[in-house]
């Protein structure tokens, strides 16, 4: 039986990509929410652990996404963008 490595240090360091490049990010990923977004004012990190993905399902696994941002949109509305990204490898 081959033993998993701890992936903690390779999560955190997407993680702090996605904020490090929030925006290219954004933009390459969901463009769509990228226009609406008014880059003007600032883009608050938040704790993603708060933000549990699909609470209603039942998983072995508890999914929080990895980045939690608020942002304002072009309207002056608030908006929270949860990401939750999936790296596959195979050694």
Same mark, same amino acid.
């Given at each position: 039986?081959?033993?998993?490595?701890?992936?903690?240090?390779? +999560?955190?360091?997407?993680?702090y990509?996605?904020?490090? @490049?929030?925006?290219?990010?954004?933009?390459? =990923?969901? *463009?769509? #929410?990228? +226009?609406?977004?008014?880059?003007?004012?600032?883009?608050? @990190?938040?704790?993603?652990?708060?933000y549990? =993905?699909? *609470?209603? #399902?039942?998983?072995?696994?508890?999914?929080?996404?990895?980045?939690?941002?608020?942002?304002?949109?072009?309207?002056?509305?608030?908006?929270? #963008?949860?990401?939750?990204?999936?790296?596959?490898?195979?050694t």
């Open positions: 039986m081959r033993r998993r490595r701890p992936r903690r240090g390779f +999560d955190e360091a997407w993680k990509a996605m904020r490090t @490049f929030f925006r290219d990010c954004l933009q390459m =990923l969901f *463009p769509a #929410v990228h +226009d609406q977004v008014d880059w003007a004012q600032p883009v608050e @990190f938040l704790d993603p652990h708060f549990r =993905l699909a *609470p209603s #399902v039942r998983a072995k696994r508890r999914q929080t996404a990895d980045v939690v941002a608020k942002v304002y949109f072009r309207d002056g509305t608030p908006r929270l #963008v949860l990401i939750h990204i999936e790296i596959q490898s195979q």
